[in-house]
């Protein structure tokens, strides 16, 4: 059985997966065993490397660290983008230490603490503003520290990203602050305290649409100059979201970019003056890093239940939440999977791959396809560089703790 999506994502050699010049039982020896992640940074770089090409030349990229937060990683992305999205007090201060300077770094989330603004605005990042109540309590914490914060306004949009894995915006969210208020509060805001930087507009994620994307850049730069013009302000940057999707499952394909980079030069040049040559941030997480990360375990039992057979590996729900179908989706689907020291083979079976744990949660991948398969042999699941460990229940079950290796 022949799946095209594995096909166009891996690279191979001797019938063996090649992830960063090297087979899968290199890499583990190196990273000392299994499981683990590898990521592999050249394979990012190139992938960042080829959006830039394609962008238009003054849209700013941004990594959304909580994409994937391991600070190797975090640390060379610094040297490849334009700025950085942190969504906790934790991520921004690896983004500061990783020497993105502070006006490149926004904050963004719902329900920042004190520490969270303190940190932010004594560091000189930006922080996109979720509701009027965090503006007030930005107020206070300028007033005390003497000091001024940068900020611009979440909104959460009058449409939403159609298609999308996961919808952030339109409707009632917790995100942002309603656009039909924003005018209101934009022009209201104390600069005494605060300078105005722009706005921030997030609509989903994982998407692999290129018309709604295209509609929703369209629909967000008139947005964006609607909300200022009703204010009577300008704004120095203008945070489009993000929302470029990649292909996990069998039918699904590459987010094609043309149509969405020629539909933002022309959104670029409509607007260049109406937005007052404001910065145009595009940010991505996933788009950027998910490709370049490959989840490893060894399978250690084999069994036959009825009629079904089990490969039970190393490796779980535990580092691998999004894999086993329990990270927000409606429907479990399998990743792209293979074993990696044998790729093809004459003779295939049909097996359930799980995990170790006390739970039938824990569960790699259902019903596939795999060449005869024996305690040793390598399990690999593609496209996991974002999302995977840290969006992980690790302490789960107490595990031995998991590896990552950035090469
Ligand atoms: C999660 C998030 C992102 C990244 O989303 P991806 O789908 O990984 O590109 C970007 N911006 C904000 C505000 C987010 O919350």
Redesign the pocket.
């Known amino acids: 059985m022949k799946n095209h999506l594995k096909t166009h994502l891996i690279q191979k050699e001797n019938n063996q997966l090649i992830i960063a010049g090297k087979t899968a039982k290199q890499i583990i020896a190196i990273a000392g065993g299994t499981p683990c992640y590898i990521y592999d940074a050249n394979k990012i770089k190139k992938q960042i490397a080829s959006l830039k090409s394609q962008l238009p030349a003054r849209i700013h990229l941004h990594y959304?660290v909580?994409?994937n937060p391991f600070p190797p990683l975090v640390g060379q992305i610094a040297t490849w983008v334009d700025g950085f999205?942190v969504?906790s007090h934790q991520e921004l201060l690896l983004a500061l230490s990783c020497g993105m300077p502070s006006h490149k770094i926004s904050l963004?989330g719902p329900g920042k603490s004190y520490n969270d603004l303190a940190a932010a605005i004594l560091s000189g990042a930006i922080i996109n503003v979720e509701s009027s109540l965090e503006l007030t309590r930005i107020y206070g914490i300028c007033e005390s520290h003497q000091c001024k914060a940068n900020i611009s306004l979440r909104i959460n949009p009058d449409f939403e990203l159609k298609h999308s894995g996961m919808s952030?915006g339109g409707g009632s969210k917790v995100f942002g602050i309603d656009a039909e208020l924003a005018p209101k509060i934009i022009s209201s805001i104390d600069t005494d305290f605060v300078n105005f930087k722009g706005l921030h507009i997030?609509s989903g994620?994982?998407n692999l649409n290129q018309h709604a994307l295209v509609e929703t850049h369209n629909k967000t730069f008139d947005l964006a100059y609607r909300l200022l013009d009703q204010a009577c302000v300008s704004a120095s940057q203008i945070n489009i979201?993000?929302?470029?999707g990649i292909p996990y499952f069998e039918n699904d394909k590459m987010l094609p970019l043309s149509a969405i980079t020629d539909n933002l030069s022309l959104l670029m040049s409509q607007y260049q003056t109406k937005l007052n040559n404001a910065e145009i941030h595009l940010?991505?997480?996933?788009?950027l890093v998910g490709s370049g990360g490959v989840y490893l375990s060894e399978i250690i039992d084999k069994k036959v239940s009825r009629g079904k057979t089990y490969l039970v590996v190393d490796g779980g729900m535990h580092h691998h939440l999004a894999n086993s179908g329990n990270f927000g989706q409606v429907i479990r689907k399998n990743y792209p999977v293979l074993l990696a020291n044998r790729i093809e083979d004459s003779e295939c079976e049909t097996v359930d791959v799980v995990g170790p744990l006390c739970t039938p949660l824990d569960i790699l991948a259902r019903g596939v396809s795999l060449p005869l398969a024996e305690v040793g042999d390598i399990f690999a699941v593609l496209q996991s560089g974002?999302y995977g460990a840290s969006a992980s229940p690790q302490e789960f079950l107490s595990q031995p703790k998991l590896r990552e290796l950035l090469l």
């Open positions: 959304a909580k994409a999205d969504a963004a952030m997030f994620s994982q979201g993000g929302g470029f940010e991505l997480g996933r788009y974002a």
